[in-house]
């Protein structure tokens, strides 16, 4: 709780932003992510459009310290963010599709009861195996290759947890189910899938301004109608981040800034390519570290 708490009480944009975020949303999002109840916070109809206004936010205060970026990726939710910073979505159509993304997430994830679990210390090959062996006891599969040694596993609460069993006999270094409100990115969030085409069929997408690169690949590309397609794909499909941070390198990236709450994906890009350079931006003071380098 407290997510962007400070920014809003510094920035004008920021209050602006939020404001308009509770228009759209028809819910007090701001209340939410500064005050909860954490309950609330952490069902992700409600966790979503949370991140990405806070997110969103963070965005535009870099901007305005005069930073703007070559290429863009974001981490399941993530992509919203990033498409909005390509000129792909307005911060509007964005927050729309993550509300309706969550709403249908949170749904599907009440119509078939699944978890998710985070396997660290095992080879990704590895944790596949595994996978496909807990499989005999229910749905479970991969759902993020976050690094080298870390996948997080989605699936039916008999497959995850079966899953986590056989990672713990194969000696991972952790193996825990994950507090989550459904299976994302598993077979599991299929009922979602079908609408939310629709819904991204009916939103209007611009040519990107800077190569995206799509979880579900791990590639870049500017290709409209094939980021509708695998947004609406990605529900149901792993996030390929390995394969697309070092694609990202591959391409020239040298330094990232990881925009919104927390320092996880700074974390995962350390265990991916520990040459790479990462910041994280998620309050004012992060903000004003970025505006006296650019000053200076």
Known sequence: MGMGRDLYDEFALVRDIYHLANDILQFDVKKFSFEGPEDKLVQTHITQPAIFAHSYAVYELVRQAGYSAEMVAGHSLGEYTALTAAGVLSFENALHLVKMRGELMHNAGKVQRGTMAAIIGLENELVGSICREASAKGIVGPANFNSPAQVVISGSVEGVH??????????????????????????????????????????????????????????????????????????????????????????????????????????????IDKSATVSSISGKEQIAKLKEKEDN
Request: net charge positive.
């Open 162 to 271: 079966e899953a986590i069993r056989l990672a713990k006999e194969a000696k991972a270094r952790r193996a825990v189910e994950l507090s989550v409100g459904g299976a994302f990115h598993s077979p599991l969030m299929k009922p979602a899938t079908k609408d939310f085409s629709h819904i991204l069929d009916d939103t209007e997408f611009k040519t990107p301004e800077i190569p995206v690169y799509c979880n579900v690949t791990g590639e870049a590309t500017r290709d409209v109608a094939e980021i509708k397609r695998l947004l609406s794909m990605q529900l149901m499909s792993p996030v390929l981040w390995t394969k697309t941070i070092r694609q990202m390198i591959k391409d020239g990236a040298g330094r990232f800034l990881e925009l919104g709450p927390g320092t996880v994906l700074a974390g995962l890009l350390r265990r």
